[in-house]
């Protein structure tokens, strides 16, 4: 706990202070997420004898994330779902070079998922940071999250006696999924008001994030089960990887990002 704590204390701060003030500071911290990110998760990868192109998943998660932020100053985002079919195209030719051609099905698959599921999906902060000045609405994404993961913890830890998916992650609670979404409820109504949202749009934005974080979470739970990894690495004291505190971003960060330019912005 110590541990967790000091880490937290540290690198929160630096993160918020990117988040607000946007630029190339912002650009800097979500490709440095990013890349050790992938990297966590092809390293999983290998370890289950699978040879995932770390070139080419690095190159296209650079790729995604950097053409996301000039797109956004150019106007060009319809064009960056084009990055993907290029990402699958250069995916399948390299692994004429693997020299696999047993496991080339594998390899491409491994490849491309850690591309999607990182690079494609870290993009989305960039989408979401530049819908407000400041970067309210991606301040209220990681205030909400944050305040979720911290409370279906801590309440878990203390109170949880019903496993919520013991074949996938068997220390999580219902009793702390409970509290967490209720914690994420009332932090969206609270950091909803910091980002102009009416209640309305701040409560079904807390019960969304209330349920995919957590969904998210358990999915990337399940990636280090299949590979046999209690965390994606242990680069942070206390928390493990960086994938594992990422985890709950990566599915929802798309999914807010929608509701808001359909819904919100609309």
Same mark, same amino acid.
């Given at each position: 706990?110590?541990?967790?704590?000091?880490?937290?204390?540290?690198?929160?701060?630096?993160?918020?202070?990117?988040?607000?003030?946007?630029?190339?500071?912002? /650009?800097?911290?979500?490709?440095?997420?990013?890349?050790?990110?992938?990297?966590?998760?092809?390293?999983?990868?290998?370890?289950? !004898?699978?040879? $995932?192109?770390? %070139?080419?998943?690095?190159?296209?998660?650079?790729?995604?994330?950097?053409?996301?932020?000039?797109?956004?100053?150019?106007? %060009?985002? $319809? #064009?960056?779902?084009?990055?993907?079919?290029?990402?699958?195209? =250069?995916?399948?030719?390299?692994?004429?070079?693997?020299?696999?051609?047993?496991?080339?099905?594998? !390899?491409?698959?491994?490849?491309?998922?850690?591309?999607?599921?990182?690079?494609?999906?870290?993009?989305?902060?960039?989408?979401?940071?530049?819908?407000?000045?400041?970067?309210?609405?991606?301040?209220?994404?990681?205030?909400?999250? %944050?305040?979720? !993961?911290?409370?279906?913890?801590?309440?878990?830890?203390?109170?949880?006696?019903?496993?919520?998916? $013991?074949?996938?992650?068997?220390?999580?609670?219902?009793?702390?999924?409970?509290?967490?979404?209720?914690?994420?409820?009332?932090?969206?109504?609270?950091?909803?008001?910091? #980002?102009?949202?009416?209640?309305?749009?701040? /409560?079904?934005?807390? #019960?969304?994030?209330?349920?995919?974080?957590?969904?998210? *979470?358990?999915?990337?739970?399940?990636?280090?089960? !299949?590979?046999?990894?209690? *965390?994606?690495?242990?680069?942070?004291?206390?928390?493990?990887?960086?994938? *594992?505190?990422?985890?709950?971003?990566?599915?929802?960060?798309?999914? =807010?990002?929608?509701?808001? =330019? %359909? =819904?919100?912005?609309?």
């Amino acid at each position: 706990m110590l541990r967790r704590g000091i880490t937290a204390l540290i690198t929160a701060p630096i993160i918020v202070a990117c988040v607000y003030f946007g630029g190339l500071a912002f /650009l800097a911290l979500v490709l440095v997420l990013a890349l050790l990110s992938i990297n966590e998760f092809y390293n999983m990868m290998k370890g289950k !004898d699978f040879h $995932p192109a770390y %070139w080419v998943g690095n190159l296209f998660t650079i790729v995604f994330i950097i053409f996301a932020y000039y797109a956004l100053k150019k106007n %060009w985002e $319809p #064009a960056h779902s084009a990055m993907l079919t290029g990402a699958a195209l =250069v995916t399948m030719v390299s692994t004429l070079f693997l020299k696999r051609p047993k496991d080339a099905i594998v !390899d491409i698959a491994v490849t491309l998922l850690g591309m999607i599921y990182i690079g494609w999906f870290f993009s989305y902060f960039l989408f979401i940071r530049a819908l407000t000045e400041r970067g309210a609405y991606l301040l209220f994404l990681m205030g909400t999250i %944050w305040a979720l !993961d911290i409370v279906a913890y801590l309440f878990g830890k203390v109170f949880g006696k019903h496993k919520l998916f $013991p074949s996938v992650s068997p220390k999580k609670s219902i009793e702390g999924a409970i509290a967490g979404f209720v914690v994420c409820l009332i932090a969206a109504g609270v950091f909803g008001y910091y #980002a102009g949202f009416h209640m309305t749009h701040s /409560l079904i934005l807390g #019960a969304i994030i209330g349920v995919v974080a957590q969904i998210s *979470d358990l999915v990337e739970s399940l990636i280090k089960r !299949d590979a046999g990894a209690k *965390d994606s690495s242990a680069l942070l004291p206390g928390h493990g990887g960086m994938l *594992d505190r990422m985890d709950s971003f990566i599915l929802t960060a798309p999914v =807010v990002y929608y509701y808001l =330019v %359909w =819904v919100v912005l609309k």
